[in-house]
């Protein structure tokens, strides 16, 4: 940066001079002389115009009173007597009048300024044409570099300390650090440490973050890059920049090099519709070559993230290059907590503020889904103009992670509002009766995101595996809003779409892919056709015949059918819990801990004619709901 400021403040002096020379030369400073001729100044000098004479350069000026009155070019001379002989040649009485000789200083700037200023605006214009063009010229001289952000090894800025959640993931990296660390160790019993560990895992569980773990574990330096900026609208630049890289990660040996979403660049090749992609075909050859080129004297191993390794080249994943894979998943409970606690760190909280409590209620959120957690309750703490952060401000960014923020300009008709509190109240009340479904943690119907109220499970434990009982229970969960409506108000509303749709796909699920249908046993349905290069499923192929589809699609009817007889049973049976529930909610809107574990235990209450909406005016009576058969998970004191 230093270099190029000097050189355009060399530009801009020679400007500067040039200007100032033109200046000079066109607008001369003092008052103009008259010229003449010898005879014009004898003349005046005849009439008593001029009483003085001076001799300078080239020059004869006549002066009077220290004005000068003419000059007249006569040619230089070498001394006073020299003007004398001049003057006295043409009449002049040379003792009558003063005579001065100036002699000449040796050089005449202004002449040699005046000659040379051409020449200066010469070089000038050719020196600013030449540096513009070498400029240009190492910018397409690196237009081949790699992009790769450079991490030294001197001051680490994450290490294992800073990783949670992932703790398998970080022993199988842990050999990867003890290799760079201590290499000699290895080679010594003729070992080979994997010169390619791919990362693999859904969106924001850390990948990126674990990779520079490593890096500052072994105390190395660290190449980042994506595989998005290999790849160039030009053939071959993408192969450039995988040479310089891998060059640049040799001189700086031992090294990690990190290639974030490497799918960008190692897909399959040929495939997709349309044929291959010769720049990324190219770059990736050139990684593939460069992985598999390295000397056992340089200790660089790449790593790689991806979401989605089934699209990458199998070249790519045969052993000698990326020849381990680490899963990393989104984590458990325990690494939930973990990772709200590194999160934590340097934040405060007061005393209710307990994160095995918030671990509970994030089943399923990721390690950047928890980061983002406790940065949305520091905010809605500073919002509150609070000291500390509190488990009010984490359960709520708990909602505004997984549903959105409240709408609280949102205007609803008491019409509206009514059929929310129902439908949601449908919801709670199913799921609370169903032994396999998950306990109600928070019921509401203020407006968030796209909804218009939601209703909270919180599952005990974390769950890897589904029963036909849990489908079950769930799907009748799911269309309990919609039963609620009909029972209520007669009629059913456009709230039950998204439950209506996702019932549908669990149901479909259950009869094609997990073999729970009764009717067609153990057997899955259709092959799944999905686009390299999108990554998505585009199409089914049909491996069944007409009649096994309208068996299937009979099956998805029946469980559907059978879900909604089910919470249309107990909604019925239970229709006075299910009014005194939507009642508090229209009153309270939100019910959640020890207030809604009560409202579930305590007696129903009576409700009067007016309050019940439309016909259903009849005073309800009945026994409790019945003790929940899995541990509660409450709001902590």
């Not at 003092?30 to 005849?46: H, P, R």
């Not at 405060?348 to 390690?367: C, H, I, M, R, Y």
């Not at 005990?460 to 269309?479: G, H, K, M, P, V």
């Amino acid at each position: 940066m230093g270099s190029k400021y000097i050189r355009r403040g060399g530009i801009y002096i020679v400007i500067l001079v040039a200007l100032a020379v033109l200046f000079l030369m066109f607008f001369p400073s003092g008052e103009e002389i008259e010229t003449g001729t010898i005879n014009d100044l004898i003349s005046k000098y005849e009439q008593g115009e001029i009483a003085k004479f001076e001799s300078q350069g080239d020059y004869i000026t006549g002066w009077n009173d220290g004005e000068a009155v003419l000059q007249v070019e006569t040619g230089p001379f070498e001394n006073l007597a020299g003007v004398e002989e001049y003057l006295d040649l043409r009449g002049v009485e040379i003792s009558a009048v003063e005579i001065v000789f100036i002699p000449p200083s040796g050089f005449n700037w202004g002449n040699i300024l005046m000659t040379m200023l051409p020449l200066v605006l010469f070089i000038g214009v050719i020196w600013f044409i030449f540096t513009r063009a070498r400029g240009a010229g190492n910018q397409a001289m690196s237009f081949g570099k790699s992009k790769a952000r450079l991490f030294p090894s001197t001051n680490p800025s994450v290490t294992f300390d800073d990783v949670a959640g992932v703790e398998e993931a970080k022993m199988e990296l842990q050999e990867v650090v003890e290799f760079l660390k201590s290499p000699e160790k290895f080679s010594a019993l003729g070992a080979r440490i994997p010169r390619g560990v791919l990362l693999v895992g859904p969106p924001g569980t850390g990948k990126t973050l674990l990779s520079r773990a490593v890096a500052g574990e072994a105390g190395v330096p660290f190449f980042s890059m994506s595989g998005s900026e290999f790849v160039e609208m030009f053939v071959g630049v993408g192969a450039s920049r995988v040479r310089d890289l891998f060059e640049q990660a040799k001189r700086n040996s031992p090294c990690i090099i990190f290639i974030d979403e490497i799918d960008a660049v190692g897909r399959h090749r040929g495939a997709g519709m349309g044929g291959g992609h010769d720049e990324r075909e190219q770059t990736l050859n050139q990684i593939l070559v460069e992985m598999d080129g390295f000397d056992t004297s340089n200790n660089v191993i790449v790593l790689a993230a991806t979401n989605r390794p089934d699209i990458l080249d199998p070249a790519l994943l045969r052993p000698g290059r990326f020849d381990r894979s680490v899963m990393i998943d989104r984590p458990d409970i325990k690494g939930r907590k973990a990772i709200l606690e590194v999160h934590a760190k340097g934040m405060p909280f007061d005393d209710t503020a307990n994160l095995e409590t918030v671990a509970k209620q994030t089943p399923g959120f990721s390690g950047a889904d928890l980061a983002n957690l406790v940065n949305e309750a520091a905010i809605l703490a500073a919002r509150r103009d609070k000291k500390q952060i509190g488990l009010l401000e984490l359960e709520e960014s708990v909602d505004r992670v997984s549903v959105g923020p409240e709408r609280k300009s949102r205007i609803i008709s008491p019409k509206e509002k009514d059929i929310t509190a129902y439908h949601e109240a449908g919801h709670a009340l199913v799921a609370r009766v169903l032994p396999n479904a998950d306990p109600v943690h928070k019921v509401s119907i203020i407006a968030r995101g796209m909804t218009g109220g939601y209703t909270r499970l919180l599952p005990t434990e974390d769950r890897y595996l589904w029963t036909r009982s849990q489908f079950n229970d769930t799907l009748a969960t799911l269309l309990g809003g919609h039963c609620a409506e009909e029972i209520i108000f007669n009629e059913v509303s456009t709230g039950p779409e998204s439950d209506i749709q996702q019932a549908t796909k669990i149901a479909r699920k259950m009869v094609t892919e997990y073999g729970m249908s009764k009717t067609l046993g153990p057997r899955s349905f259709g092959q799944k056709q999905e686009m390299i290069f999108l990554g998505r499923e585009i199409s089914e192929q049909k491996d069944y015949g007409d009649k096994i589809a309208d068996e299937i699609d009979e099956e998805v009817h029946q469980l559907i059918l059978q879900a909604y007889s089910a919470a249309n049973k107990i909604l019925t049976e239970k229709k006075g819990k299910l009014i005194q529930l939507a009642k508090t909610l229209i009153v309270r809107e939100t019910l959640e801990g020890k207030e809604l574990e009560e409202l579930f235990d305590g007696p129903v209450a009576e409700v009067a004619t007016d309050e019940v909406p439309q016909n259903q005016s009849e005073v309800v009576t009945e026994e409790p709901l019945p003790k929940p058969r899995k541990k509660r998970v409450k709001k902590s004191d």
